[in-house]
RNA sequence: GUGGCCUUAGCUCAACCGGCAGAGCAUCGGAAUGUGGAUCCGAAGGUUAUGGGUUCGAAACCCAUAGGCCACCCCA
């Protein structure tokens, strides 16, 4: 027999993960509904060119990191799986029409994304994102709207000190001159560009902005920047966005050589990293506007603003600063039993428990008492439900393990009593 | 996709120069057949990631593969 094992980059979310991942998405959902935006699901898989087009052909997302699916006959449509949500989310809005909802259309998707690169810790192959998307709005409101329901995310997640790093990146009215300009200005040190950055000239002189090698630092601190060059309109915008986050006591930290690796972003556009941890690659969560994206997937031009959390990440960061990230359920009461062989007596007084809604566990493993008990207050149960011969005359024991009491109870009285105090039990 | 470090029981880790594969925790059982988190005793758990090679002898050295991690690339 071969060992088998989750594929590379993909893991299992173990019972006490998976708990932490629901307290999150509990937390995206009810923000959701707070900010006005309404959850949908969307395929895990979309015909390869809506990312394509979407996110554009020479993106790295695209180029190196798309999880395509192989055809299964040779006529069958290219499919890949979704590397992220906002083009399935706006791939969607067209096909249903939703352009004639009254604007913004505000959508909330939570779930698994998947791209092909190599793994390390926060990045898998199949991680798990919040994607939330104002469609219709032009902004500026919306703009800081989408940012402080962000870092509230962070927050009631239990990471206080989150950062925002705010850029904007002009539109098609003002970006491809400074890209010119960029680009003069690279050209004028070439030779001390090392090999990528040389190629980046061509391919992406944004990206430029953004290189961690250090023979790079002192040029890119006086590279010609996006933010001196905006439009009058993106300026304005920009402008507004930074008013409307002041009004809602949102700081953030101006950062001129973001950019985003996605090609449909224009104008705003943000990171949120963990304080003092703003230098590394992995960012929390992302996002910015997309006004072109509509149109480009075959809707009518239509400006929008999103952003993508990821969770693992926010996991991982609660993990690292020794939060506990969440604990699982304990039962409210295990049925344990004098007699080690009758699962019978456990097994109906737990059905009758279950049917009143109360969360019980019947130990069915024929063990003596003592190892039940000692098994019901490792998992951290309140009661125990002590079956013996007191059955006969309808009564069973109820033994408070938390404070070591316990008394005779009716049977007809046990789910009444136990739902009383399910009130005052923690769970976990 | 590039470079580097790592992989021993379910988990965390030992094993000296290449010479008997071990401990703690967890699990199960006994002490204690109707009373729990403590204690004592015991059991079970291993193709030392996988496949080759060197050697009288490999967990250890060499090669390949897989997986994990770190730095890039890039992003969540």
Redesign the pocket.
């Known amino acids: 027999m071969p ?1 088998y ?1 989750a ?5 299992d979310l173990l019972p006490e993960t998976r708990a932490g991942f629901s307290r999150l998405e509990g937390i995206a959902r009810s923000l959701a509904l707070r900010y006005g935006y309404r959850e949908m699901e969307i395929p895990l898989f979309e015909q390869a060119a809506v990312f394509e087009r979407g996110i554009g052909e020479a ?3 695209v180029e ?2 798309l999880f395509r699916i192989a055809p299964r006959t040779e006529d069958s449509e290219s499919w890949a799986l979704r590397p ?1 949500a906002t083009a399935g989310i706006v791939r969607a809005y067209v096909q249903h029409g939703m352009q004639a909802l009254p604007p913004p259309v505000k959508l909330s998707v939570v779930g698994p994304m998947f ?1 092909y ?9 199949q ?1 798990w ?1 919040w994607s939330a998307e104002a469609i219709g709005d032009p902004g500026p409101a919306v703009d800081a709207e989408v940012v402080e329901m962000g870092l509230r995310f962070y927050k009631e997640a239990g990471l206080p000190d989150v950062q925002v790093l705010l850029n904007s990146i002009g539109d098609a009215a003002c970006r491809p001159a400074y890209l010119e300009t960029l680009k003069t200005y690279f050209s004028g040190h070439e030779a001390q560009l090392p090999a ?1 950055d040389r190629r ?1 000239l061509d391919t ?1 002189p944004l ?1 430029l902005l ?4 250090p023979a790079m630092t002192a040029l890119i601190a006086s590279a010609p920047k996006m933010i001196d060059r905006l439009c009058e309109a993106c300026a304005a915008h920009f402008t507004s966005v930074r008013v409307h986050l002041d009004a809602l006591g949102v700081s953030y930290r101006l950062e001129p050589t973001l ?4 090609d449909y972003y224009a104008r705003t556009a943000y ?2 990293y963990r304080q003092g941890a703003e230098g ?7 996002g910015g506007r997309y006004d072109g994206l509509v149109e480009l997937l075959g809707g009518r031009p239509t400006p929008a603003i999103g952003f ?3 969770l ?2 926010v996991v991982l960061a609660l993990a690292e600063t020794g939060a506990t990230v969440s604990h699982e359920a304990s039962p409210l009461a295990v049925i344990v039993g ?3 062989a009758d699962t019978v007596s456990r097994l109906r007084v737990a059905s009758l428990l279950r049917s009143e809604g109360l969360s019980v566990r019947a130990e069915l ?1 024929p ?5 039940q ?6 998992e ?1 149960a309140h009661f ?1 439900v ?1 079956i ?3 059955l006969a005359d309808g009564h069973v ?1 109820l ?1 408070d ?4 009491t ?1 008394h005779l109870v009716p049977l007809a009285d046990l789910a009444r009593d136990l739902a009383r105090a399910e009130k005052t039990h923690h769970h976990g």
């Open positions: 060992t094992r594929p590379r980059g993909t893991r993106t790295d997302v190196k990191e992220e791209r690169d190599r793994p390390q810790a926060g990045r898998y192959r991680f994102q990528l980046r992406n990206r953004d290189s961690k090698d950019v985003r690796g996605l990171e949120f590394q690659q992995q960012a929390l969560g992302g993508a959390l990821g693992d990440r004098a007699d080690p493993a063990r003596k008492l003592g190892r008990l000692e098994t019901a207050s490792k951290q125990a002590i013996g011969d007191e024991q033994k393990l938390k404070a070591g316990q």
